[in-house]
């Protein structure tokens, strides 16, 4: 009776397995049930299963990790020459799976390709964002380590008064947008002819992160090397836009999302192989590899300089083949 009356239980699923496992173990320590009539059994039962698988679908809806999905397809498409704000920019084209735009690409991560939003919440109506393809530098702060949780609709009402602060690298003067997505909320400006495509964003994420991205400060520019096409990447541009975004990354997380100190802090540059280091007008090296990357932590907003984030330029100088002892920001 007992064995059929578990097996019942097991069928019910993890709330039904857990009722029967306790009910086993008591049994087993020869716990005195209360004597109950039969119709309240049935009663607590029921009541315990619905307990038990609540619990489990509120543990499985807020830890679950995200699901990669199909990535989507992206058209890269040439401005003209003298368009100073960009070189490549995308949109949407097919979902294919089977196309890899990055390694390693999972919709959840701020980087090309990534839809910030498929619905205009303030319009009301359909509308794609999509981060534009080409080459980015990266700001990311994260919790160390994670010990809150916000709503997207938290996390919308801090960042849209205090915007300026959220804006992506390299974007002064350009128009923001800011809403609710999927992920959290995120700030991002668009291209001035296409409203789907977005040169830089920033994604705040439920769990306190905060990820930003510009495809801009990377582009194609007329130089001393005499073509159009010449690839760089431009040190101080780069030093000053990482600059500023930590500062203002930082200050919202420690003041709106009164985040712990020290935070982790991630600076990047990715999809720049063969483009060449651009130093006081000089252009010298080759980038090795696709990106450079470097993590540190940082105990407050107030301490971010050009030694914070020498460490990345360091390393892209490194990747470019240059001497350590020509770096110019001290060794």
Same mark, same amino acid.
């Given at each position: 009776?007992?064995?059929? +009356?578990?097996?019942?239980?097991?069928?019910?699923?993890?709330?039904?397995?857990?009722?029967?496992?306790?009910?086993?173990?008591? %049994?087993? @320590?020869?716990? %005195? !049930?209360?004597?109950?009539?039969? *119709?309240?059994?049935? +009663?607590?039962?029921?009541?315990?299963?619905?307990?038990?698988?609540?619990?489990?679908?509120?543990? @499985?809806?807020?830890?679950?990790?995200?699901?990669?999905?199909?990535?989507?397809?992206?058209?890269?498409? *040439?401005?003209? &020459?003298?368009?100073?704000?960009?070189?490549?920019?995308?949109?949407?084209?097919?979902?294919?799976?089977?196309?890899?735009?990055?390694?390693?690409?999972?919709?959840?991560?701020?980087?090309?390709?990534?839809?910030?939003?498929?619905?205009? &919440?303030?319009?009301?109506?359909?509308?794609?964002?999509?981060?534009? %393809?080409?080459?980015?530098?990266?700001?990311?702060?994260?919790?160390?380590?994670?010990?809150?949780?916000?709503?997207?609709?938290?996390?919308?009402?801090?960042?849209?008064?205090?915007?300026?602060?959220?804006?992506?690298?390299?974007?002064?003067?350009?128009? @923001?947008?800011? %809403?609710?997505?999927?992920?959290?909320?995120?700030?991002?400006?668009?291209?001035?002819?296409?409203?789907?495509?977005?040169?830089?964003?920033?994604?705040?994420?439920?769990?306190?992160?905060?990820?930003?991205?510009?495809?801009?400060?990377?582009?194609?520019?007329?130089?001393?090397?005499?073509?159009?096409?010449?690839?760089?990447?431009?040190?101080?541009?780069? *030093?000053?836009?990482?600059?500023?975004?930590?500062?203002?990354?930082?200050?919202?997380? +420690?003041?709106?999302?009164?985040?712990?100190?020290?935070?982790?802090?991630?600076?990047?540059?990715?999809?720049?192989?063969? !483009?060449?280091?651009?130093?006081?007008?000089?252009?010298?090296?080759?980038?090795?590899?696709?990106?450079?990357?470097?993590? !540190?932590?940082?105990?407050?907003?107030?301490?971010?300089?050009?030694?914070?984030?020498?460490?990345?330029?360091?390393?892209?100088?490194?990747?470019?083949?240059?001497?350590?002892?020509? +770096?110019?920001?001290?060794?």
């Amino acid at each position: 009776m007992e064995l059929k +009356f578990v097996r019942a239980l097991v069928g019910l699923g993890v709330p039904g397995a857990a009722l029967g496992v306790l009910f086993l173990l008591f %049994q087993g @320590l020869h716990f %005195q !049930f209360s004597q109950i009539g039969p *119709e309240w059994t049935a +009663f607590i039962a029921v009541l315990y299963i619905l307990i038990v698988g609540a619990i489990t679908l509120y543990a @499985l809806h807020r830890w679950a990790p995200l699901r990669p999905r199909g990535a989507r397809g992206i058209q890269l498409v *040439e401005v003209a &020459e003298n368009d100073a704000s960009h070189a490549l920019s995308a949109h949407a084209a097919t979902e294919n799976p089977l196309l890899a735009l990055n390694a390693g690409f999972v919709s959840s991560d701020l980087q090309p390709g990534f839809e910030i939003i498929s619905f205009d &919440e303030k319009a009301g109506r359909a509308r794609s964002v999509v981060v534009a %393809q080409g080459p980015w530098i990266s700001v990311r702060i994260s919790p160390n380590p994670p010990s809150s949780y916000w709503k997207d609709t938290e996390l919308y009402e801090m960042a849209e008064p205090v915007i300026d602060l959220l804006a992506p690298p390299n974007s002064a003067g350009r128009h @923001l947008e800011c %809403q609710r997505n999927r992920h959290g909320a995120a700030v991002w400006i668009c291209r001035g002819d296409n409203v789907h495509v977005a040169m830089g964003a920033t994604q705040i994420y439920m769990y306190g992160e905060i990820r930003s991205i510009d495809t801009t400060a990377l582009h194609p520019h007329r130089s001393a090397l005499g073509s159009p096409n010449a690839r760089s990447i431009p040190f101080e541009a780069i *030093e000053a836009a990482l600059i500023d975004t930590t500062h203002r990354l930082a200050t919202f997380a +420690f003041t709106r999302l009164k985040l712990a100190s020290p935070i982790e802090v991630t600076l990047g540059l990715d999809g720049a192989e063969r !483009f060449r280091l651009c130093y006081s007008g000089r252009y010298e090296g080759w980038m090795s590899r696709p990106g450079a990357w470097v993590q !540190f932590r940082l105990a407050n907003d107030t301490t971010v300089t050009a030694e914070t984030v020498a460490p990345l330029l360091r390393e892209i100088w490194s990747v470019c083949g240059l001497p350590s002892a020509r +770096f110019p920001r001290g060794n």
